[in-house]
């Protein structure tokens, strides 16, 4: 089932990548066709999968990754349709790339555990998946302004200078993404720590050795709360320090990587509370 | 019927030269009207620039209408023959068709890749077109080239990267902030060079200039000549860096006036929100360290020349994949215009066609005459819809040959398989008998349905 929206994602980056070096308007105009298909298709997945389990497949770290990609593949193409910039798909595909292919060599999906129901778990995965969303655009977003800004600085106007937005609108970009990250990840930490509250509460539930590692010391859930300081810190440096540019463009690449560290390594080998 | 080019350019001819032969100054239109009364030219479009008057016609005897082109050039610069002819240029057909696409994708340009050359092609189109001298040929041409034009432009980077170093630190000013709108600019020195500067700034849309000078009178008078700018003491100068975006930097001092150390503070209270400074003094105004502090971004006149220099070698490097798309558009123009070599043929099969038609009515004419007038014109109809159905298929497949050869051979086996020959001699005996104003004109003839649905 996720086999068709990752060869379409394949495709789709061939053609982000071929558009970035040729600047063919009818090579972008098919990238962005190819990603919209893409998209298209992994909802088709998704929905499918949905209705197998009867709920949206986000237990699992295998299905949470699949529906991350499919939240960056949306966001990004809002970003692209709302500001007419394609320069980023080719940061971005790889991205999504690598991800799917691991809900597609592992495409079934299981029965959630018993635990996992209710509006609170909904709004914790939701709400998280999608701050990492907007972190990943932030951490590509970032890494571009990077390049550019070595180019300006270094006086040789080259490949990127011809190729991206001006610094200006990435650094607006990039705010804009890590506010509305910031936020979500917020209300995802919340919503969780209500959730093990009252999961570790009810009887039924707290005999679930996952349900009792629900505490700061889990891997997972530590590695949660640095990703908060740091996006916390990137957001008051930004404001009252007057860090901007440069500064929070790594900020925002080094935050992203430790969002990454946290889904896949440690979602996998690490975590005790969250191996579902 | 063939395409010709004659003309002069930047390339082949001295300014004085271009200067005389300047259709613009005397008007595009009347020597448009000229041209046509030259009588040995069927259409025309002239395409005059400061750097090119050329004069693209489409005529049956390539010859004679070179000779009559080159001839009414060198009257109309009123200049001898012998004088220019060794600076004219003949092209022809496809080589014709190249030329023109090559200019209006800017590879003919003194700068190669500038834009204005694919409007000034469109205008000499749209004069061409109100002044009718332009025809089916010469629009299929010109379309051609737009599209070639256009190509070039949005898919090499033939026109990318500024190539004067005022557009140069606007386009980079442009890459740092998005745009200049409400942007604020200061000026530093009140000299002719600043002064220009600020003016080029202005006319990108900044909001705000302000000139800062020693002399608190030089400046209010340069803030007077731009007009809507402001004028600054000295001692208000790291105020006045701290409010602006873009500093421009053009004193007689010999010493930085910018060092390290003061930019510094100014970016501290800037809280570093970036700030573009272009130093065109000589010797600097800036100390080059400066360039050094986070979201300082320090250029000179050295390094604005460097970018101007890199630009001019990207574009020249982009210049074998521009001449792969006119190449492409030239052979797609090379289909169409060989495809018109069927047109005779079809037009002499519509006739004979035609021919046999009228005479099978004339012939029943007597039969028919019982019938009402609505059935007689219904019966006119079918029979004339029963040849554009039969012609119709047969039509299609001569036009999308694009081989001329095989054009040939296909035209040559319908003329015997019809009688044509025969067809063509008695038209040709029937236009001797009338007058000239009876015939009509070539243009009104059209080979090819529009569409099937007729």
């Keep these: 089932m996720n086999i068709v929206p990752f060869a379409l994602y394949g495709a789709a980056l061939v053609a982000y990548v071929w558009h970035f070096a040729q600047r063919n308007a009818t090579v972008g105009r098919s990238a962005t066709t190819l990603l919209v298909a893409a998209a298209l298709a992994h909802t088709f997945a998704i929905g ?39 320069a980023m798909g080719v940061f971005i595909l790889p991205l999504l790339v690598a991800l799917q292919t691991i809900p597609a060599l592992r495409p079934n999906v299981d029965e959630p555990a018993a635990v996992l129901h209710g509006p609170l778990f909904g709004l914790h995965v939701s709400s998280l998946l999608f701050a990492y969303a907007s972190f990943a655009l932030a951490g590509v977003i970032g890494l571009t302004y990077v390049l550019l800004f070595k180019e300006i600085k270094a006086k040789h106007l080259g490949f990127f200078y011809a190729r991206l937005p001006s610094l200006e609108v990435l650094d607006r970009m990039n705010q804009r993404a890590i506010v509305i990250g910031w936020i979500f990840l917020t209300l995802g930490i919340v919503a969780g720590g209500v959730y093990a509250v009252q999961a570790q509460a009810l009887p039924a539930e707290a005999g679930d050795p996952r349900v009792q590692n629900m505490t700061v010391l889990d891997p997972k859930i530590f590695v949660a709360f640095i990703c908060w300081a740091v996006y916390s810190f990137e957001l008051f440096a930004a404001r009252r320090i007057g860090w901007g540019g440069r500064r929070t463009a790594y900020l925002s690449a080094v935050g992203f990587a430790i969002v990454l560290l946290n889904f896949v390594p440690v979602s996998y080998f690490l975590t005790k509370s969250h191996n579902f | 019927m063939h395409l010709l080019l004659v003309g002069i350019s930047h390339r082949t001819a001295p300014i004085d030269l271009r200067e005389r032969v300047d259709f613009q100054t005397r008007g595009v239109g009347q020597a448009l009207r000229g041209v046509a009364g030259l009588g040995s030219t069927r259409e025309a479009v002239i395409v005059s620039t400061c ?12 010859q004679r209408a070179e000779a009559d082109l080159i001839g009414f050039i060198g009257t109309f610069g009123n200049v001898n023959h012998a004088d220019i002819a060794p600076h004219v240029y003949k092209v022809a057909d496809l080589d014709a068709a190249r030329h023109l696409f090559r200019v209006a994708a800017g590879l003919d340009s003194l700068v190669v890749g500038e834009p204005q050359i694919l409007g000034q092609v469109k205008e000499a189109h749209t004069v061409a077109a109100e002044a009718q001298t332009a025809g089916p ?6 379309h051609s080239s737009f599209v070639a034009g256009k190509r070039v432009r949005t898919e090499t980077g033939l026109g990318s990267g ?22 604020r600019v200061i000026v530093i020195g009140a000299g002719e060079m600043g002064k220009l500067t600020a003016l080029h700034m202005k006319s990108q849309g900044v909001s705000h200039v302000t000139i800062v000078s ?14 809507g700018a402001t004028a600054a003491p000295w001692n208000e100068l790291d105020a006045a860096l701290v409010a602006s975006d873009i500093v421009i930097t053009a004193t007689g001092a010999a010493a930085p006036i910018l060092t390290k150390a003061r930019v510094e503070a100014v970016m501290r209270q800037r809280r570093s929100r970036p700030l573009f400074i272009i130093d065109i003094a000589l010797p600097r105004d800036v100390e080059a360290a400066a360039g050094e502090i986070e979201q300082v971004f320090l250029y000179n006149i050295d390094d604005l020349q460097a970018t101007v220099r890199e630009n001019l070698a990207r574009r020249s490097n982009e210049v074998a994949r521009a001449e792969a798309i006119v190449s492409e558009e030239v052979e797609k123009f090379g289909g169409w215009l060989r495809s018109r070599g069927a047109i005779p043929t079809v037009v002499a099969l519509r006739q004979r066609f035609e021919a046999i038609r009228r005479a099978e009515l004339e012939r029943l004419d007597f039969k028919m005459s019982a019938l009402a007038p609505e059935a007689r014109a219904r019966v006119d109809e079918i029979t004339r819809l029963i040849i554009e159905k039969l012609l119709l298929t047969p039509t299609e497949q001569l036009k999308a040959i694009g081989d001329a050869e095989r054009i040939g051979a296909y035209s040559e086996a319908l003329t015997r398989l019809f009688a044509l020959a025969e067809e063509a001699e008695g038209r040709n005996q029937a236009a001797a008998s009338s007058t000239a104003d009876d015939a009509p004109p070539r243009s009104n003839v059209e080979p090819f349905p529009r569409s099937k649905n007729r």
């Excluded at chain 1, 949470?64 to 709302?82: D, G, N, P, Q, R």
């Design chain 2, 162 to 183: 500024a190539v004067s170093v005022s557009y140069a630190a606007v386009a980079l000013a442009k890459k740092i902030f998005g745009n200049l709108q409400g942007r």
């Design chain 1, 48 to 86: 499918m999968e949905t209705t197998k389990i009867g709920q949206v497949p986000v237990a699992d770290p295998t299905s949470a990754i699949s529906t991350f990609v499919w939240l960056l593949a949306l966001s990004y193409l809002y970003v692209e349709m709302t500001t007419d910039e394609r």
């Design chain 2, 51 to 62: 750097n090119r008057a050329e004069i693209y016609a489409a005529a049956d005897d390539v």
């Design chain 2, 137 to 142: 040929v010469l629009n299929r041409l010109f």
């Design chain 2, 214 to 227: 020693r002399t608190m009178a030089h400046a209010a008078r340069t803030a007077e000549a731009i007009g």
